[in-house]
Nanobody
Framework: QVQLVESGGDSVQTGGSLRLSCAVSRLMTNGYCMAWFHQAPGKEREGVAS???????TDYTDSVKGRFTVSQDNGKKFVLQMNSLKPEDTGTYYC???????????????????????WGQGTQVTVSS
């Protein structure tokens, strides 16, 4: 079992920034894919950024490229830096992980809900215009 706890959600205005954190209960220096998911009100949860633990292997959905950055602060914390926020970024943000081999060259961790096993409870982000 892996426990994940998100924090950092808040209300900001358009163009603002937030830094979300995901604290994990297990040291993750490799062997895990990690991702951030966004669920807008009334919509399905969608992957926004992924990272292979202990590496610089990342991926982003098109709508956040150039604005969001996923990173690992230490072996037990992942971060999503969110800049130039837009009203459509409003929603609940979840972090999730699953055990995985290092992606092959040119490959990344998936942004697919069903691949992730362990989930946090979410943190709320509200972006007002």
């Amino acid at each position: 079992q892996v426990q994940l706890v998100e924090s950092g959600g808040d209300s900001v205005q358009t163009g603002g920034s937030l830094r979300l954190s995901c604290a994990v209960s297990r040291l993750m220096t490799n062997g895990y894919c990690m991702a951030w998911f966004h669920q807008a009100p009334g919509k399905e949860r969608e992957g926004v950024a992924s990272l292979y633990a202990g590496s610089s292997i990342t991926d982003y959905t098109d709508s956040v490229k150039g604005r969001f950055t996923v990173s690992q602060d230490n072996g037990k914390k992942f971060v999503l830096q969110m800049n130039s926020l837009k009203p459509e970024d409003t929603g609940t943000y979840y972090c999730a992980v699953f055990g995985a081999m290092r992606p092959a060259l040119g490959s990344v961790c998936p942004l697919i809900n069903g691949r992730y096993i362990f989930w946090g409870q979410g943190t709320q982000v509200t972006v007002s215009s």
